[in-house]
C-alpha cells in the first residue's frame, strides 16, 4: 500500500495519479490507432475531454446535492481537490450523459466509436486495480499462500493484482496492431465487455470487501452476469447482421 509518494516535499496521492496516467496512456493509444476505425483523433480527443470535464463537475455536484451541509459550513470546499467530495457515479452519469451529447452533434459512428476507446477502457482497467493496490481499496480475503501481501493487520489475497493481471491480458488480446481490417464494427468493444464479465466474475472470488446481497450472493458478480448476457447477446446480434448483408 502506497498512498502518497512525496515528490520535493509534496504528498502526491498515488491513487489519482496512476487513473490519470491510465488516461493519458489509454487516449495516446486510442488517438495513435484512430485511423483504424476511420475516424478523426481531434474528435475523439475533445469527446474524451469533454466527458472528462463533465464528469469532474458532475461528480462534484452530485456530492453537493447528497451532502450540501458539508458545503455550507465551508464553501471553500467546493473548488477542493479532496477526492473524498467527488461521487463517482453521478461523475460517470453525467460524463457518460456528455458524451454521448457530443458524438451525436458530431455524427460519430457509435460502434466504432466505441471500438476506437477501447484501448483507453481496457488501459483503465488495469489502472483502477493498482490504483486501488495503492490505497488500500478493493482487497482481498485473507489467505496463507506465499504470495499473500500484509494488508489491513492479515495476510491477503493480492486480489488487485490478480485482476490487474487479467486486465492486462484482456489488453494484450484486444491491442490495436492485432485488429483485423475486415472486423465486424462493435466486434472489439463487445469483445472487451465479455471478457471483462469473465474475469469480474473470477476474480471476485478473491476479494475480502465484496458486497454480499440474498443468499450469499456477490453483489460484483450478479452485475457480471448481466454485463455478460448483454455482452454476449450484443455481439450475436452484430454477427448475425454481418451474416445476414452477406
Known amino acids: 500500500m502506497l498512498p502518497f509518494l512525496n515528490v520535493f516535499g509534496l504528498a502526491l496521492p ?30 475523439l480527443y475533445n469527446l474524451a475531454f469533454t466527458a472528462l470535464i463533465a464528469g469532474v463537475l458532475g461528480a462534484r455536484l452530485s456530492y453537493v446535492i447528497q451532502f450540501p451541509d458539508a458545503f455550507i459550513s465551508d464553501p471553500s470546499s467546493l473548488i477542493s481537490i479532496n477526492f473524498g467530495l467527488f461521487d463517482p457515479i453521478g461523475g460517470m452519469v453525467v460524463g457518460l450523459l456528455a458524451a454521448i451529447i457530443y458524438g451525436q452533434r458530431k ?47 492479515a495476510n491477503r489475497h493480492p486480489a488487485q493484482v490478480y485482476e490487474a493481471l487479467g486486465a492486462i491480458g484482456i489488453l494484450w488480446f484486444l491491442w490495436p496492431t492485432k485488429i483485423h481490417a475486415k472486423r465486424i464494427s462493435g466486434a472489439i468493444f463487445l469483445q ?55
Do not use: C
Request: no cysteine; charged share 15%; proline share 5%.
Open 192 to 246: 472487451f465487455v465479455i471478457l471483462s464479465g469473465f474475469a469480474r466474475l473470477f476474480f471476485e472470488v478473491f476479494r475480502g470487501d465484496s458486497l454480499i446481497t440474498v443468499y450469499n450472493l456477490r453483489t460484483a458478480q450478479i452485475i457480471a452476469w448481466l454485463i455478460l448476457v448483454i455482452g454476449i447477446w450484443g455481439y450475436s446480434q452484430i454477427t448475425n447482421k454481418r451474416i445476414e448483408k452477406k
Open 107 to 153: 455524427e460519430l459512428p457509435f460502434w466504432a466509436t466505441l471500438d476506437a476507446f477501447t484501448p483507453l477502457f481496457a488501459i483503465l482497467m488495469v489502472a483502477i486495480p493498482l490504483a486501488n493496490l495503492a490505497s488500500g481499496f478493493a482487497y482481498g480475503s485473507e489467505s496463507e499462500l506465499p504470495w499473500a501481501i500484509d494488508l489491513w493487520s
Open 14 to 43: 498515488m491513487a489519482p495519479f496512476i487513473i490519470l496516467l491510465g488516461i493519458w496512456f489509454g487516449l495516446t493509444l486510442t488517438e495513435k490507432h484512430a485511423h483504424r476505425h476511420k475516424l478523426n483523433p481531434d474528435v
